[in-house]
């Protein structure tokens, strides 16, 4: 199959913004402890920082990390997670029905992200928080000092504010799986007065409304509009998630399975639009997408017949976890080199959406649903899925190209797609072009052209590909470099002719 591709440098899509590429950690089975967080043992810091995940995580060169949930934060209050830990409650996390020992908070969280060297993006808790608590725990940590809250920040050990510049108010807040959820109408309120109060506190801060995600839900998208005409004046984005899930689809739709989100993301655009066209006083503000939680997501260990009502269900039922454990072993999905190319693919579509996505968070970060595992006895595994993540991060900076496209297309549920999709990125810096490129075709190999106008005389330098013969394999503790990708010779590879090997996704670099 031969697919051709155009591009000019006079086409831009927009521009990578840095916090494209960034996570999300949850108090949520072990992401934060075990993950982050595992004191006196020998392969922890002094502050119980797990030395193996700072590494792993540093080398991410991430944007932002969201913390502190997720369905977590909707019944989380963060003032049972500051001072001396021996004083801290545990208390009942409704969320995932486990119980949270509030040995890590805020400030552990501040301390970790500034090691790790990314911003946190903190969300707060408009389900059964307060609109009160929002505005203070925004003092707490922003302002300098003289007032209670910053004072008390003080008093814990933290001399300088730490100015968080990014704040979601509060999370999916349109399902009743969430504590406190409401209607559209009432989150309207809610979030605007608490974004008022949070502002009024620090009008630095930028606000992330909590759009609507799940698109089987009856008010997906009309959540959106109804909230945006109150919230379009208060806020700076909208968020909402998607996850890809297998479901027994076959390996060709679910390398497709791209073309959703980009559906889901155009869905999010419309309503932006639509919603700006009711705002003549702010005909010059764009209100941009935040991707806050993507991934495949395979649910291995939630109960399919709990999610049959995604309306009427009251908690994620999982299949094995017991009730009321502290930081049980749930949601470690195991990612096959499949799940890792549909990942690769998911990142070609937020490369092509950059005009309208300025944040997204791969979800998770760490054990749960995450390209990074660890065990407990001191050792890290990276998953299938942190390969196309890291080289996204790496080479996916600069601007994003638009192209034009003849190409072979295969019937999907998805509808009529290329075999190939491709993401182009210029790194005007360095004068590099790196093309992303997903082979869907799971039989054989396909040629790729790339015609590149605008560009002076330039060459294939590296074809990185991941790929394998068996569309199962995963990494294991045992096994850890089962499924990596590889570097391809490009002695013969022309512009006109560049081969990628059947269901593979790989980056092409021209200098
Ligand atoms: O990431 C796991 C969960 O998925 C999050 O807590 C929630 O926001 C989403 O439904």
């Known amino acids: 199959m031969k697919s051709t591709y155009s591009y000019d440098t006079l086409f831009p899509i927009g521009n990578i913004d840095p916090k494209v590429w960034s996570s999300f950690t949850e108090h949520l089975g072990r992401s934060i402890y075990g993950g982050i967080?595992?004191?006196?043992?020998?392969?922890?810091?002094?502050n119980g920082f797990r030395n193996d995940v700072k590494t792993a995580v540093k080398d991410l060169n991430l944007g932002v990390i969201r913390y502190p949930g997720g369905n977590f934060v909707s019944n989380y209050d963060w003032k049972d997670g500051i001072g001396p830990k021996k004083d801290r409650k545990k208390r009942m996390d409704f969320?995932?029905?486990?119980v949270e020992?509030?040995?890590f908070g805020i400030d552990d969280f501040c301390a970790w992200a500034k090691e790790v060297g990314v911003e946190p993006m903190i969300a707060v808790n408009l389900g059964t928080g307060s609109i009160k608590s929002a505005a203070e725990l925004v003092e707490y940590c922003n302002h300098d000092s003289g007032t209670y809250w910053s004072d008390l920040r003080i008093k814990n050990g933290h001399r300088e504010p730490y100015n968080i510049k990014y704040w979601c108010l509060g999370n999916e807040m349109e399902g009743d799986w969430q504590a406190g959820h409401m209607s559209a109408a009432q989150y309207a309120d809610k979030a605007r007065e608490a974004a008022k109060m949070m502002k009024w506190v620090d009008s630095d801060i930028k606000l992330v409304a909590c759009g609507s995600s799940y698109e089987m839900l009856p008010t997906y998208l009309k959540w959106d509009e109804t909230i945006m005409k109150q919230l379009y004046p208060y806020v700076d984005y909208i968020s909402t998630h998607n996850y890809n899930m297998n479901s027994g689809q076959g390996a060709q739709n679910f390398l497709a399975s791209w073309k959703q989100l980009d559906d889901h993301i155009q869905n999010t655009k419309n309503v932006l639009n639509y919603s700006k066209s009711l705002q003549p006083k702010f005909k010059d503000k764009d209100i941009k997408i935040c991707l806050d939680e993507w991934n495949v997501w395979n649910m291995q260990d939630i109960k399919m017949d709990s999610l049959d009502d995604l309306n009427g269900m009251t908690t994620f039922e999982l299949t094995d976890a017991k009730k009321w454990e502290e930081h049980p072993a749930i949601l470690q999905e195991k990612y096959s080199l499949l799940d890792a190319l549909v990942v690769g693919g998911l990142?070609?579509?937020?490369?092509?959406?950059?005009?309208?996505?300025?944040?997204?968070c791969l979800a998770q970060l760490l054990n749960v649903i995450s390209p990074i595992t660890t065990d407990e006895d001191g050792h890290l595994l990276k998953q299938t899925i942190y390969y196309p993540f890291q080289l996204l991060t790496e080479y996916g900076r600069g601007e994003v190209l638009k192209p034009h496209i003849e190409s072979d297309t295969q019937s999907t549920d998805y509808g009529d797609i290329p075999v190939v999709e491709t993401a182009t990125v210029y790194d005007k810096a360095n004068q590099q072009l790196h093309v992303f490129a997903l082979n869907s075709d799971t039989k054989q190999s396909s040629t790729l052209a790339l015609h590149l106008t605008g560009f002076k005389s330039i060459n294939l330098t590296e074809h990185i590909t991941f790929t394998g013969d068996d569309l199962k394999a995963i990494n294991t503790f045992e096994n850890p470099n089962n499924v990596i990708?590889?570097?391809?010779s490009t002695e013969n590879e022309s512009l006109d002719n560049l081969t990628l090997p059947k269901a593979s996704w790989n980056v092409l670099t021209f200098d």
């Open 101 to 103: 020992p509030n040995q």
């Open 37 to 46: 967080y595992d004191p006196d043992k020998p392969f922890s810091d002094k």
């Open 485 to 488: 990708p590889t570097k391809l």
């Open 95 to 98: 969320a995932w029905s486990t």
């Open 347 to 360: 990142g070609i579509t937020i490369l092509n959406n950059v005009d309208a996505v300025e944040i997204a």
